[in-house]
């Protein structure tokens, strides 16, 4: 059996030429000069094609499901993208700086081994997120084979559960959307490009056009003005904080893995400006389009009932106004589609795919990754998070709890514990000669004070998952300001732990003085064990603790 195994093993290895050792292949190296042509053009249509979706759509309309007014859900929704492209802005910095991923940079913080823990649940986060993206395209591939065939209701009866938050029908959708997404998987993304550029730019052409219809067929500004907040003053306050964190949640996994796309750009100064701008415009456009359309929508077509999925709402185009409803439910469903194969993959193909690969890098390139990916999304049964707004919202909330604090961990190492600086040979070396192999491989200060900032969220998040258990309304109210104090939490007890148990990162490590690497290509500082002696004479240089 261990023979057949080890066979297996063997067969499946990438190619020598994309592989080097247990710590590198082709996709997680630094990114060679040739291949840093990112601007501020390329983060524009970045941000746009990330953001300009129906998720993002769904997190402002899911704001109207929960009782809020559309100006407050507009707030709500200005107020997070604020915070989320500035923490953004300060994650992507070292990327830019030093051409690495988020898996390597994840090696500077939490040791070679300790990176493990945040890429798994990067990796966790774009199965689930590749699978909620997939039934969201899915139902849109049922609205327009619907448009064809209105009756395709009858033609495919539902055979599943109602509990099972999907129907036959559109399950078949799902499967089909996850097929042509393999399709575009097998291309690598610079491959796809044009079609990016050019689904961003549709996409948003469109959200407008159906905002001027749902305004122009309804009561306008009119029957928006007229909703009424439908809880008390106080809780009304703490919704929209926990809002606010659910805004900041839907995009926190594109914020954790910055590094991945700011690692192609020319200078770390074309990362700044031209994301925060490219971030608040494209997530507050799609998301107060959302808001509007499902206030001046609810009456109309959801007689009272908040339309929060656009899929239904187009059904209830298709219902109401004939053949020229089928019509327009039918290109608006092919635009959302084409919308959603672009986040899919750039947002949880590539970066996912980029994190199985940084995990078993002798086996796993960023292709397999992906094709990994698609398979494990069907798992967490996706389509029991878009059962109701408030489902989808408690969802996207979750995320922050665990993800804020690791991205506060990523800044604070950057900026203040490393002062800017990554011994780049280390971040491939497997073993103590390693600068950052801290203790067995873990750094345990950085485990502590994620752990310890994860904590307080906790009570809340376990009552918001399961709302029978009682907890105190504090817990709640803590869990309300989850990413934030989680960010800020982490920050300061990992800086708290340097300063009480010190660990020195020395300017010039003992590794970079055995490569002499003055003036060489970041790629060559990988040399497949040449230089192993000369590396193995510092070792008793490195502080490990």
Known sequence: ???????????????????????SNEDIRPVPPERQTWGTLQYFELWFLVNMNMSKYQTGSALIATGMTYWQAIIVIIVGNFLAACFAVLNSISGAQSHIGFPVVSRSVWGMWGSFFPILNRTLLSVVWFGVQAVIGGR?????????????????????????GITTGEFMGYV????????????????????????????????????????????????????????SSTELGWNMCAGIMSVIGSISAGILNQNDFTRF??????????????????????AIVGVLVTAATQEQYGKGTALWDPSK???????????????????LAIVMIVSQLSINVVGNVLAGGLDVAAMFPKFINLRRGAYVIAAL???????????????????????AVFLGPMIGLLCVHFFVIQRRRFHMPDLYEGSRRSVYWYAYGVNWRTVAAWALAVIPSMPGFVHRANAALPVPVGATRVYSLSFVLGFLLSGV??????????FTYPEVSPMEEAEELEGVDPNKILDNGENDAKKAAYTDNVTSV
């Open 1 to 23: 059996m261990a023979t057949v195994l080890r066979k297996l093993l063997r067969r499946i290895e990438l190619p020598e030429e994309e592989q080097t050792d247990r710590w």
């Open 140 to 164: 849109m591939i049922y609205v327009c084979l619907r448009s064809i065939w209105i009756d395709l209701d009858d033609r495919i009866p539902n055979t599943l559960p109602v509990s099972t």
């Open 176 to 231: 089909l959307f996850n097929l042509a997404c393999c399709v575009f998987m097998w291309f690598r993304p610079h491959q796809l490009r044009p079609y990016f550029h050019g689904a961003s730019v549709l996409v948003c052409l469109t959200l407008f056009i159906l905002l001027g219809w749902a305004l122009g067929t309804s009561e306008g500004w009119g029957e928006i003005g007229r909703s009424q907040a439908t809880t």
């Open 265 to 286: 750009a020319k200078r770390p100064s074309q990362v700044t400006w031209s994301q925060g701008i490219s971030f608040l415009l494209a997530g507050n456009i799609a």
């Open 313 to 331: 709402l187009f059904r209830a185009i298709q219902d109401e106004h004939g053949s020229g409803g089928r019509a327009a439910a039918f290109f």
């Open 377 to 399: 999304s069907v798992l967490p049964n996706p389509w029991q998070q878009l059962v109701n707004g408030t489902t989808f919202l408690a969802v996207l909330s979750a995320y």
């Open 493 to 502: 007890l990992a800086y708290i732990f340097q300063v009480v148990f010190p």
